[in-house]
């Protein structure tokens, strides 16, 4: 079972994308999800976090602001919206679901990742 991304593409500075991940089962709604990012020659970053209700939604001090987090358990989906995007937000975007951490370690369900290019 994995998660399925989808949204990612080429954007200006300062420009917004959405992006959507979609899992396949209903199990979904028993985990946390977060969304991490990951740029070329760097680790694995924690992005944000949605509780399994998604009441409430915690985000790293790189995206605070600029990004918003979402789920919606009757689709088996989350949502990332991200706007005023910079070059440094270029990255392969991530959901994954699991325990209540920012640690990538403690996922078990992962996407592909959608890429995301943000041109100067």
């Known amino acids: 079972v994995t998660l399925v991304e989808s949204g990612g593409g080429l954007v200006q500075s300062g420009g917004s994308l959405n992006l959507s991940c979609v899992a396949p089962?209903?199990?979904?709604?028993?985990?946390?999800v977060s969304w991490f990012r990951q740029a070329a020659g760097k680790e694995r970053e924690w992005m944000a976090i949605?509780?399994?209700?998604?009441?409430?939604?915690r985000y790293s001090d790189s995206v605070r602001g600029r990004f918003t987090a979402s789920r919606d358990n009757t689709k088996n989906t989350a949502y990332l919206r991200m706007t005023n995007l910079k070059p440094e937000d270029t990255a392969k975007y991530f959901c994954?679901?699991?325990?209540?951490?920012?640690?990538?370690?403690?996922?078990?369900?992962w996407g592909q990742g959608t890429p995301v290019t943000v041109s100067s």
């Open positions: 949605i509780s399994v209700i998604g009441s409430t939604v």
């Open positions: 994954a679901a699991g325990f209540e951490s920012t640690r990538a370690e403690d996922y078990f369900l």
């Open positions: 089962e209903s199990t979904f709604g028993s985990y946390v």
